[in-house]
């Protein structure tokens, strides 16, 4: 069995160290490389059922719900026939299959793909073009700038000076800084020359291959040198070049033995603390079970061995009970019951919840790849959620660590602003002194003077080239620093200076140096060349004192005109913060809000079984038929709830920005926890108890209008059935916040389906069923409505009740924000509807005072709308003793003045009018 599900090599002897000859695949092949053929796929076509089916049963769910199956095939203590548990667990299977299937397909394109890319490669003495599957150890490869590289590589030679090369590490380490590699100068010196190339046959010998991407132990022997070797002169697969124009290398890992390959093993899971808190709340659920079960069979035992015992002439015992006895034909029969009642119970533990969880969550993610506002248009790139089990994370933050670049700012550097001895330049000012700012249309600086200046290149404050212009010292030395610290490397294409800038924002630096007529012009290893202002000065470079996190700067001392100096500059510690917020807090709400919903309609549904064990002597006879124990949480109650965890929101995208105390619950757990899940199962008991007694009490003593008792068992379940669904779906809309069109035909559509699945089901239109006419006979009478009508207002409005009575005397601030943005909503359409009527009426009299309107001016109409007359006015004596209606809860209503006092000042006069 595990030689069929993991493949094994055991004949392959441990390789301790690895030698190589360039140029040389005799030598090479005799060792058995791995070529660089990879396959990411975990099945094929004859393995994907058995080895797929073997994964899904090892999780805890779809194993305990295989064992229910099993106990179902046995007639002694089943009560129900397999179908109810075979037809959610094969829907189950099948959904997770096809998913993990169309996962598989496309690390089967991504891989051929990756396998079918061409490089360029030396064989024979010439530059070949091979796909990257046929690359081996030993050959020589010649990558070009922004090529990945197909293997792991010795660098042989660049076309930069000093044989540097630059590379970029996001697909191994998610970086995007430039990473330099530097070739042995003996190698290095065969350049792009080909003949040279291809008599090179270096011998490698070094470290087997591992995952470690910092290290590279080796050493390399050619022309009776022996050269050492380490990580500074290898390129990794899934690098890419920068800044460079071309480079060669020598494949020295391939295929399966790359560093990138050998990290790809087994993904750690990652779970949020709601899919820890839900295990923890599963396994309560099941020791919950267990407790039912066990008072079942206790209540079972004590009814047979009292009633059962001297009832058997009409209800006998069964055969296979061995002793007739009272007392251990009763324990027999109780035990038998125990597992009786693990089947008919079960469904408290929910099989369909992982892959609601995940659905919702699928679709969650592609509301981040779909969200305009987090779409780049540059790049024409949406934003792409590359694990869609981390969601409801999104936005749960306290505290941010970031280096001073990294992903929360895309790594892109702009000079922007800069002070200088106390002097802020980049800001500009209106006439009167205030702040203005700065659009498109706002004139740009004109640097056209200087003949190094990038049109590109966007700057606005003309105080700052005023002053370099007039000479100022401090802005002189300022950007003199900026020109020379730092480690860029400069090249000249085409008659134009480029800059290979190991960070964007040393690039972005340099370049505002060289904008403002500070221009880095050329570098050795022993001097720095600039052109300052049209003058060239040379800098003799004594040292470089690199930045590292310890020092957190990077230093260069300088001899120019007989003086050392030292210039240092320090690191930035600038972040953005991630629109991502507004998607984890949606998204933490929807999961909160659906499990707790999906714990209660679940606990309302089951428990009516254990209510019912009260009347049936604890036999495990179910309440309701089978076909609904199997389409419940299938079809009649799964859209509505998947819908609300996809499409509801509390408030708008723009006001979880603008009040951040809205992701303090995210931070507390405060919309799911223990005692909220508690809650939830409290008033699933309560609700089930009421699903079940209000129904029996009317069907008590209830007949037809012929006089005939209508009450049965079939009956009975029906109506607590049509009851539950009804109940357990307008609470659905009750809990939603937000509605759609979609929302509104899956909670309609779902009561419409249930009707009529089961008019198809009660009318034996496939074959003799035991509830056939249940429906007709149920619905023909006046009490059946009654009961649903009675049991949903019962049910239903308390609930509605409370929380209006919550949101009027203590409203949270979702509450309050939400009442503000239906508020501004109602306003918006009162000043449109406004808008139409002057219109029409302008319209229609405009023929007898049109020369008098257009002799007037413009009135106070937009000021006053805007409320810029409003903010400055003091408030009358009158309204210093009327309070507020905005300050019923004085601390959310505070943050919410806080956060936007213009808005509700307009809010407390539009209530007062």
Known sequence: MKKFFKRKNSDTPQETERRIRANDAEFNSQFSYANNYISTTKYNVFTFLPKNLFEQFQRVANAYFLVLLILQVIPQISSLTPVTTVIPLVVVLTLTAIKDAIDDYLRYKSDKTVNNRLSVVLRNGEMVQDRWCNVVVGDVIKLNNDDFVAADLLLLSSSEPHSLCYIETADLDGETNLKVRQALPDTAAHGDDIARLGQFNGLITCEPPNNKLNKYDGRMEWRSKTYSLDNDKILLRGCRLRNTRWCFGLVIFAGKDTKLMQNSGRAKLKRTHIDRLMNTLIIGIFFFLLA????CTIGSGIWESMIGYNFQTYLPWEQFIGPRDQAPGATAIASLVFFSYIIVLNTVVPISLYVSVEAIRLVQSRWIHWDHAMYHERTDTPAKARTTKLNEELGQIQYIFSDKTGTLTQNIMTFDKCTINGKIYGILYDSQGNEREVTDSTPRVDLSANPYYEKKFDWHDRTLLDAIERGDEDAHLFFELLCICHTVMPEERDGELIYQAQSPDEGALVSAARNFGFVFKSRTPNTITSVIQGREVEYELLNILDFNNVRK???????RDGQIRLYCKGADSVIEQR?????GRWSYFRICKFLRYFFYKNFAFTLGHFWFAFFCGFSAQTLYDQYFISFYNLFYTSLPVLAMGVFDQDVSDKHSLRYPRLYVPGHTDSFFN???????LLKGIIHSLALFFIPYGAYYHSSNHNGQDIASVHVFGFTVATCLIVVVTLQCGLDTAYWTGVNHFVIWGSLVFFFALHFLIYANFFHYYEYVGTDRIAMGSAVYWFTVLLTSVVLLLPVAAYRFYKMDVNPTLTDIVRMKQRLIHSQSKSSDFTSRVRSSMGRS????RSGYAFSHQEGFGRLIKSGA???????????????????ENRANSSEVAENDSNDVKLVKFVTKT
Do not use: D, N, W
């Open 845 to 848: 009299r405009a023929s007898l």
């Open 579 to 583: 629109l991502l917020l507004v998607h």
């Open 674 to 680: 223990k005692k909220i899940f508690a809650i939830s």
């Open 869 to 887: 007359m409003m903010r400055s006015k003091e408030p009358t004596a009158k309204e210093k003793k009327t309070p507020a209606p905005a300050k």
């Open 553 to 559: 700067r990077m230093s260069v001392i300088v001899r």
């Open 292 to 295: 039912m079960c066990l008072f």
